[in-house]
């Protein structure tokens, strides 16, 4: 399974939820007792926790994360590996994740764990990288992020774009289809610019942003030397424009919200 930290999960996850509507069919209000399946620092956790009466539970593989969400929530957490997961037989009445599945190896293995634990719903919130969006005003980060997400589509060793396909690990698992919903996580950087915003900008003119994903550009052929100097360049435009409150950019991410019942 892929690893992250703490700084990815608060880059990529930022504002995701300041609109619930796409949670409605999780029907929360109603629920009992909800696990949040690599819940990580506790993101989509805190959100189920605030919508619900019910109690909310986060496992994850990464203890270091979750001595994170420890640090941040309130929520009671255990160590537990989404394939494997510590828990009895119909121990919840939802068993839910965000971008968990792309992750994983073998990511039927870990629905079939949650349709275990669940006595009656199962949800799954994953992305479609292949469908984002990106717009800017600087002319080469919008062709850049295109090459470098098509390359590392091609090197990472899980299905990352797998989204819209959730429903057939559902229906694999024996679960029913009972919604399937589309959320765009939107995510705009205009004047004035927040400090994540200033951090961001700094981390792609240092070439910082794009290392992380060295191994998997590396694995799909890409000459990685070329595209992090010309990601640096890109960079510093994008520092320059800042510094001129010239710059903005969109990147929209869509999300597949789908929910069986077990």
């Known amino acids: 399974m892929r690893e992250f930290t703490p700084e990815y999960l608060d880059h990529t996850r930022r504002g995701m939820w300041e609109s619930t509507a796409a949670l409605s069919p999780l029907d929360l209000g109603s629920r009992e007792r909800i696990l949040d399946v690599g819940c990580g620092t506790g ?6 926790d605030a919508e619900t009466p019910g109690e909310v539970i986060g496992v994850d593989a990464d203890t270091e994360l979750l001595a994170v969400a420890r640090e941040r929530t309130d929520i009671p957490t255990v160590a537990g590996d989404a394939t494997r997961l510590p828990l009895r037989d119909d121990a919840v009445d939802l068993a839910v994740c965000q971008a968990l599945l792309i992750n994983l190896p073998d990511p039927a293995a870990a629905v079939r764990e949650f349709a275990r634990v669940s006595d009656d719903l199962v ?10 969006e990106v717009s800017s005003t600087v002319d080469a980060e919008e062709r850049l992020e295109r090459e470098v997400r098509e390359a590392y589509l091609a090197g990472v060793e899980t299905d990352v774009a797998m989204g819209d396909r959730v429903a057939d690990l559902f229906e694999a698992a024996g679960l029913t289809v009972v919604d399937r919903r589309t959320y765009r996580h939107e995510k705009l950087v205009e004047p004035p610019y927040s400090e994540p915003a200033m951090e961001s900008a700094a981390r792609k003119a240092s070439g910082a942003g794009i290392a992380e994903h060295e191994r998997e550009l590396r694995a799909a052929g890409a000459d990685y030397d070329e595209l992090r100097a010309a990601w ?12 001129e409150a010239a710059y903005r950019r969109r990147e929209v991410v869509p999300f597949e919200v789908t929910v069986g019942r077990v």
């Open 123 to 132: 949800a799954a919130i994953e992305p479609n990288n292949a469908a984002v």
């Open 232 to 243: 640096r360049e890109m960079g510093r435009e994008v520092v320059d424009e800042m510094g």
């Open 43 to 48: 993101e989509l956790a805190r959100v189920l």
